[in-house]
């Protein structure tokens, strides 16, 4: 969904006013019930990276606070390729 290509933007720092407007975070508020857990954290990360290197305001403030909430009660996984980068690091 949106919040899949939301934070797959900001992973690649890649912007799109055209994309990720008022009306993008409007219908993400008005659909947050029907978020998968994940999406949530996604959503939180896409609004860091908004506010951190656009300067723009991101979601507002009742779904960041739900995004954040869900976001630090998930515990995180790590990837084999992590696991693979600190046991090269450790070596």
Same mark, same amino acid.
């Given at each position: 969904?949106?919040?899949?290509?939301?934070?797959?933007?900001?992973?690649?720092?890649?912007?799109?006013?055209? #994309?990720?407007?008022? &009306?993008?975070?409007? !219908?993400?508020?008005?659909?947050?019930? /029907?978020?998968?857990? @994940?999406?949530?954290?996604? #959503?939180?990360?896409? &609004?860091?990276?908004? !506010?951190?290197?656009?300067?723009?305001? /991101?979601?507002?403030? @009742?779904?960041?606070?739900?995004?954040?909430?869900?976001?630090?009660?998930?515990?995180?996984?790590?990837?084999?390729?992590?696991?693979?980068?600190?046991?090269?690091?450790?070596?």
């Amino acid at each position: 969904g949106l919040a899949n290509i939301a934070w797959a933007y900001a992973v690649a720092d890649v912007d799109d006013p055209t #994309l990720f407007n008022e &009306h993008f975070i409007n !219908k993400r508020v008005e659909k947050k019930d /029907g978020f998968e857990i @994940e999406r949530f954290s996604q #959503l939180y990360q896409w &609004h860091l990276w908004q !506010k951190k290197e656009k300067s723009n305001p /991101g979601l507002s403030k @009742e779904l960041q606070e739900r995004c954040y909430d869900i976001f630090i009660s998930e515990a995180p996984t790590v990837s084999k390729f992590q696991d693979d980068v600190v046991a090269q690091l450790s070596s």
